[in-house]
């Protein structure tokens, strides 16, 4: 896990914990998967919650032995 600096995550620190498994993986055709995660307006969730949510989601596609990034996004589209 990636430590945070006052509870933020660096963007440029995330991209470069990818690079080991770019690297091992060169061959992958698509190497970013983005699927998005729709919950209920009503819902009121943690992002702790949300958290596991995504890795849950993960685990049953596959891909829990590989880094991800949640993004979460509030508010009307």
């Known amino acids: 896990m990636?430590?945070?600096?006052?509870g933020?995550?660096?963007?440029?620190?995330?991209?470069?914990?990818?690079?080991?498994?770019?690297?091992?993986?060169?061959?992958?055709?698509?190497?970013v998967l983005h699927p998005s995660i729709n919950t209920d307006p009503k819902d009121v969730l943690s992002d702790k919650q949300l958290a596991d949510i995504a890795r849950e989601y993960m685990q049953k596609m596959g891909y829990c032995d590989q880094p991800f990034i949640v993004d979460k996004h509030e508010g009307a589209s």
Do not use: M, Q, V
Request: aromatic share 10%; net charge positive.
């Open 8 to 31: 933020i995550y660096n963007i440029n620190t995330c991209l470069r914990s990818f690079e080991p498994y770019r690297l091992a993986n060169n061959k992958t055709e698509k190497p």
């Open 2 to 6: 990636i430590e945070l600096r006052n």
